[in-house]
């Protein structure tokens, strides 16, 4: 049993003194009645529960998949910057929501926003060996001696990468394939052969794509088949 004021901030965007408010005036209905009480306990399953007539959409995990714009940083608050949490819908507020690992701040597309912690650490730990995927634009042309040395496994200053896939798509653009997520490890991977990215693009996490009806800057909830793919090992 919990206290309904816990159970709708917890799963709205509504704050606890939102709910005791709207309660005190009336405006909430639990199963068919007009609660009086805020603290009133409650069984969280399969209650229905309407403000001002609007059933709220009690949902305990958050996940939403981002098509991540330029300019903005991985974090859930910043002094100067604006971060991924500022594109996140009203409605998904107050739900303890953070970005499942980072892009850099010039690094676009898709990342999931999540409140699920396992899920994400699931996502992240390169134990679990979902791959990441980022369409590259480097400052010089692509050369079979990256292809190979991405391959062999790239050794930064602070760590041994493990074996990465690069394909060439065009003479300074290509495809990265990664496994694990260092700090700025793609940018800092063709730092050793000289090269400069200029464009990072997220393309795909696990076995998902990022969906095209996200454009840049938006994000929607995720579908249980895109979480299902996104947490796919990859076998090669
Ligand atoms: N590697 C980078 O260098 N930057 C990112 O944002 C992601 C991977």
Redesign the pocket.
Known sequence: MERLDKIISSQSQFSRKQVRELVNKKRVIVNGQVVIKYDMKLEEENIEILIDGKKINLQKDVYLILNKPKGYISATEDNLLPTVLDLVPKEFKNRGLFPAG???KD?TGLMLITNDGVMSHNILSPRKHIK?V?EVTIDIDMTEEMVTGFFKGIKLSDADCKSADLEIVDKNKGIVT?RE?RY?????MFGCFGAK?IE?N?IGMGNLKLPNDIALGECRSATKKELELIQEKIMN
């Open positions: 980072r892009l850099d690094t990441k980022y990664i997520g700025h490890q793609i940018k800092r990215v990072l997220r």
